[in-house]
């Protein structure tokens, strides 16, 4: 299944976004966050076997490695430019020194400086969708999407997309604006948009764009505690994969272990196929971005989508979210779940 050269099924972001693949590629990785890098030419060549999968949604932001993400990305996006959908992002500054140390901003003169650093690294005229990458409570949010309007009256955006967002958040943003995309942090092992984001776009006709949809790794049995990554690995920072809420957190994936033993599956892929159903479960268009640096992954990651779960499997994975120790991040204030 992970080799098929069959591409995957589409969906359309919000009512009249664009059409993507059901499942997106996260290029944060490739060079940012999680440790070193792969040598750039097997992360090159992902790129260019993702497209080939019909995985046409490449997600960065311009806080990804201080803007070297998008430069990295740039010649592929070019190479390619009608047949993909690039999504960046504005708002969030990190601290190389200290990666708790963040900064966020919504105003309107950020955003127009935003926009043309980004369009200027990326080498491109437009950016097919814009995210607000975190929300600055301190600027009305309906301030915040109409700056952003005024890049698509423009020319420079052509959809926009919220991420980390309540729902209020979403309902407000989408009286100013249609948003096309809500991404925020949805998997096996973190399910609170549930309660009010997922509600929220369905009702809006608004996509969820899921990152970390493998719990960072974790969920592909690749790592069980922080302490195995190499030092600059910002996964070390996460309650959860930290000393006993690791150990404690390893031993909730017994039922997806012996859920892909029976089908012969990587674990990665049963995690996928099940926040992939959840577009069924719900009602509404669902594209996880799951990052990678290998093609090996990637396919692997991509045959997910042609898996059905069978409704004692969903029920056998179903718990799992509410035995989870420790939180997304240390400080969990920037996120939807911090202000729902």
């Not at 040598?39 to 019909?54: M, V």
């Not at 201080?66 to 592929?76: Q, S, V």
Request: charged residues 25%; proline residues 5%; aromatic residues 6%.
């Amino acid at each position: 299944m992970s080799n098929s050269n069959e591409k995957i099924a589409t969906a359309m972001l919000g009512t009249g976004g664009p059409e993507v693949g059901v499942q997106g590629l996260g290029c944060m990785g490739m060079s940012f966050a999680y440790g070193p890098t792969t040598d750039e030419g097997e992360a090159r060549a992902t790129l260019e076997r993702a497209l080939e999968l019909g995985v046409t949604l490449y997600d960065t932001a311009d806080v990804y490695g201080a803007g070297e993400n998008e430069k990295f990305i740039a010649p592929f996006i070019r190479a390619h430019r009608d047949q993909v959908v690039l999504a960046t992002k504005f708002a969030l500054s990190i601290d190389p020194e200290n990666p708790q140390v963040r900064t966020i901003r919504n105003d309107r003169p950020y955003i127009r400086r935003a926009v043309e650093a980004s369009l200027q690294r990326l080498g491109v005229d437009e950016i097919d969708l814009y995210y607000m990458h975190r929300r600055d409570v301190n600027v009305p949010i309906e301030e915040t999407v109409g700056a952003m309007a005024e890049l698509v009256a423009e020319g420079k955006v052509k959809h926009l997309g919220l991420s980390e967002v309540t729902g209020g958040e979403l309902r407000a943003a989408q009286a100013v604006h249609p948003i096309a995309a809500v991404q925020s942090e949805w998997s096996l092992f973190s399910r609170d948009i549930e309660a009010h984001v997922v509600p929220a776009a369905r009702e809006l006709g608004v996509a969820l764009v899921p990152y970390s949809p493998l719990g960072r790794g974790f969920l592909t049995g690749s790592f069980v505690q922080a302490e195995e990554l190499s030092g600059d690995d910002f996964r070390r920072t996460m309650p959860r994969f930290t000393g006993d809420n690791a150990a404690a957190n390893a031993a909730l994936l017994e039922p997806v272990r012996r859920i892909a033993q029976e089908r012969g599956a990587p674990l990665g892929q049963v995690a996928l196929a099940w926040l992939q159903q959840q577009a069924q479960v719900h009602g509404l268009t669902v594209v996880p971005i799951p990052g990678t640096r290998r093609r090996s992954r990637l396919e692997e990651n991509a045959g997910a989508t042609r898996i059905a779960l069978t409704a004692d499997e969903l029920a056998a994975l179903e718990p799992i979210a509410g035995k989870v120790a420790g939180g997304r991040y240390a400080d969990m204030s920037f996120t939807s779940a911090g202000r729902e």
